[in-house]
């Protein structure tokens, strides 16, 4: 076995209030392709801004061609080089593809006229040998995602990395370009360059890698597996880790199940929606979907495989371009002021920017939805009554533990857990008949997390319809009576009661 | 922060900004002094000017706040929306330009009648004003700092085409630029009031920005544009709409510096000459981020620049140069606005602290 080309030993990182990596071990040899596998938030972004000198690890040894270096900045990395494609490009859209290829290259200090012939005939050169057809004349801006990307390959290969990181390199292709990168990587694999395939996708990993390690929050849970000899169920699993335990159900929930009479009438139906992402593309295709009275219907999924379009369709923020969204079986226009007076709670993980004004009082943040739709404490002419403003916020937040508990305090000065308590405090005070929540637990401690467990829980014993969309799978297991997996804009059913493995599939678009 | 902390931060902010102002206005006396005139002439005619009561210093200070308090209220309530209208200076010359108009052709003879449907005029016509940088900012996509800066121009030059010679508001006999005089009964005249000639307008303005203070902080539609501002994801989420608050913003605020170019027509020059304006919308902006974009603040600050440029003015008679004066508002500026960058650097680390001590077991 040739010796490795980059070596990471026992690379520590941590961020405040987490641990990123926790003594991780890993190698790159030439001439093969390794995958790294992971969740969301397994840490592996974090390792490849280590290896592209974008990170700083805490501890931890990378070693280049057996001698320790610091890798101290993109530059130093390309130097060694070790050349990134970024999961979202970072080229300039108004430079021309040859531009793009030469910016930086430059040596010396002299300022130089720029050779846009030369260059775009290097850049051609360089497309004809390694098969990355693109017009050097073209300008970014103006090319597909597909073919941005052979930019950024032609980019790091113009510098002749020997190692190539390619993060999520897929997520933006189209089935047919998936496999025009691959055939090109297998090429670049056969010159003799180390590539690292940063991937949640099972099926890439079986398609192109030699060995696979796999991440689980921050640390290496299997190293050098044979890609084309381990099952996807096997990488799926050490992906996920084992099932945590089940919380204890409410006994309340339980008879009622036993008795077959948890559903209800059905308060949000979704019948083949299609809708657009901000960047224009499909985000969900023909989606149809129930939400009944006194269920949590739950939706499993990687992030940025149309969870954001759901929520936003299930809040009235997002307007769909076919099908019909109904609220108690009447169409419901997209007008998320319809939605607040219908008495829908929405529950987002990023709380700036769709819940809760940093820069507003905790009393204010609380009343919004009241005030908005002129309930109390907004009175006639929409003069805001101060005491009834102060009276229902100590209400609220005595009753779902807000602290301090200091109405007057501004939002933005509480801790994150406090702050997603105050969103709940909103949200569910009243018996909201639908609650959506998108990933509702983001970014909080164990003990916030189990408490917006509770609170799902206590709204479907109320009687709501709950809709989780979550991309923590142990959330969606846990909680729901039913679940889908989201994958590339599409829902597929899960069996009842939910299955983890089952949905740990579905999710990264593997078969049932 | 309680409401109260914030109040009392707010006023030592104030208070700090303008002791740093006079610091450095001792700085100046040493710069007039080594220019070779006398510091304390200087500043005696400076303080007989702005402040004093015998002399109409206060009188001079009253009536220049006018247009800064309204503009300043105009640029305040805009910010507080999100929205940068740089536009007070046209709106309110369009204002004057109006005002000017019903003032000499409209209804004459009962001031009852003649000085709102002046004052109307002024406010409609800054609102219009307004309403075409909002126009374009939200259905044309321009960025409104500089279709807001670029229609004062339009403004600027509209105004003194319509007073040149010959034109529709020029004076018949005038030799240079101006227009007729308003009907009599269109004046608004100071009333006294302990021994000081005070301007009706201030009284009106002050009136304004005491309950626009009660509207932003108070009202539905006050806490729709201030969340709108500052958070217009959760403003649409909750059921707000962003774009109407900042439609509002551009309205209203295009209305009060409509109204103070009315103001200026009907109290000080009672006709319309070259430049009505003066630059009081582009002060204005400095006055309402000396505020702290608080309407009640703005009534402060409005008055403490309203001093000094009176000041500058009578200083001026002791041979210091009069730009002095202009350098002593910029460095209040500058002052309030690193103040303002530290404060909330500081606040950051506190919440931060705060943060921190809640996330400990």
Known sequence: MTEPIVELRGIRKTYPGTVALDGVDLELRPGEVRALLGENGAGKSTLTGILYGLVRPDSGEVRVRGRPVEVRSPASALALGIGLVHQHFALAPSLTVAESVELGLARSLLPRAFDAKKAAETTAELSRRTGLAVDPWARVGDLPLGVRQRVEILKALRRDVRVLLLDEPTAVLAPGEVDELFSVLARLRDEGRAILLITHKLREVARLADRVTVLRRGRVVATDLPARETHEDALAALMMGEAHAPEAESIEHAKKKERGETAGAAVLSLRDVTAFGPDGREALSGVSLEVRQGEIVGIAGVAGNGQDELYRLATGLLAQTRGHVELRGAPAAASPRDFVLAGVAAIPGERHALALAPSLSCEENLALKDVAVSRSPARALGVIDRSALRKSALERMDRHDVRPRDPARLAGELSGGNQQKLVLARELSGSPPLVVALDPSRGLDVAAQALVARELERAREAGAAVLLVSTDLDEVVSLADRAFALHAGKLLAGSIPPDREELGRLMLGGAR | ?361
Not at chain 2, 264 to 293: E, F, I, M, S
């Open chain 2, 1 to 361: 922060m309680t409401r109260g902390e914030r109040v009392r931060a707010r006023a030592r902010d104030l208070a700090l900004t303008f002791g740093l102002a006079l610091l450095s206005v001792l700085a100046l006396g040493l710069v007039v002094l080594a220019m070779g005139h006398d510091p304390r002439a200087a500043l005696s005619a400076a303080l007989d000017s702005s402040l004093s009561i015998e002399r109409g210093g206060l009188e001079a200070t009253l009536k220049g706040a006018v247009p800064l308090l309204l503009c300043g209220l105009a640029v305040a309530i805009g910010f507080r929306a999100g929205v940068f209208n740089l536009g007070a200076e046209g709106q309110l010359v369009l204002g004057a330009v109006a005002a000017t108009a019903v003032g000499v052709h409209g209804p004459a003879g009962l001031p009852l009648l003649a000085i709102p449907a002046e004052l109307l005029a002024g406010a409609l016509a800054g609102a219009a004003w307004a309403g075409v940088a909002a126009w374009l900012k939200e259905r044309r996509d321009a960025p409104e700092v500089l279709a807001t800066i670029l229609l004062n121009f339009v403004a600027i030059q509209l105004a003194a085409f319509l007073i040149d010679i010959g034109n529709p508001l020029n004076e018949a006999a005038a030799t240079y630029p101006k227009s007729d005089a308003i009907d009599l009964s269109a004046e608004l005249s100071p009333f006294l009031f302990l021994g000081v000639q005070v301007p009706q307008g201030i009284v009106l303005a002050v009136a304004l920005a005491v309950a626009l203070d009660f509207a932003i902080l108070r009202t539905r539609a006050g806490l729709e544009v201030r969340l709108s501002g500052a958070s217009p994801g959760v403003a649409r989420a909750t059921g707000f709409s962003p774009l109407r608050a900042r439609c509002t913003a551009f309205l209203l605020g295009g209305a009060l510096a409509g109204l103070a170019g009315a103001l200026g027509v009907a109290g000080v020059t009672h006709r319309l000459y070259r430049g009505p304006g003066a630059g009081a919308g582009y002060t204005a902006v400095a006055v309402a981020l000396v505020a702290g974009l608080r309407p009640a603040w703005v009534v402060l600050a409005a008055l403490g620049f309203a001093a000094l440029e009176a000041g500058g003015q009578g200083a001026q008679h002791t041979g210091v140069p009069r730009a002095l004066a202009g350098a002593v508002s910029g460095l209040v500026v500058l002052l309030a606005l690193v103040q303002g960058a530290l404060a909330s650097a500081l606040a950051a680390r506190a919440a931060r602290r705060t943060a921190a001590l809640e996330a400990a077991p």
